[in-house]
């Protein structure tokens, strides 16, 4: 059973950092595209950022600059460095990624099971 596990996850107060970590288990499998979403009360789920397998990233506008999203292959780890955080950042943060069952040999979409992620102003 393919599990996404993430944390990382508090209470931090404006233009403090965290680093989440969202790892892969369950294989064998391959791990193509990591991406990190996050959801605020009252409003749709919107991607933050996304890493493909060969290290290529992309960023929503609203944190262009101040996070990072990076992969450790040898792990199936993801993780997501946020610095010069903003109230308007709190939310529950999920990862997602596409990967490549072994056994079934089909490609699904996983998705963790969200950590919060509070900015105190």
């Known amino acids: 059973q393919v599990q996404l596990v993430e944390s990382g996850g508090g209470l931090v107060q404006s233009g403090g950092s965290l680093r989440l970590s969202c790892a892969a288990s369950?294989?064998?499998?391959?791990?193509?595209?990591m991406r990190w979403y996050r959801q605020a009360p009252g409003k749709e789920r919107e991607l933050v950022a996304t890493i493909a397998r060969g290290g290529d990233t992309s960023y929503a506008d609203s944190v262009k600059g101040r996070f990072a999203i990076s992969r450790d292959n040898a792990k199936y780890t993801v993780y997501l460095q946020m610095n010069s955080l903003k109230p308007e950042d709190t939310a529950v943060y999920y990862c997602n990624a596409l990967i490549w069952r072994t056994e079934v040999r089909r490609w699904s979409n996983y998705w963790g099971q969200g950590t919060q992620v509070t900015v105190s102003s």
């Open positions: 369950g294989g064998p499998f391959m791990v193509d595209a």
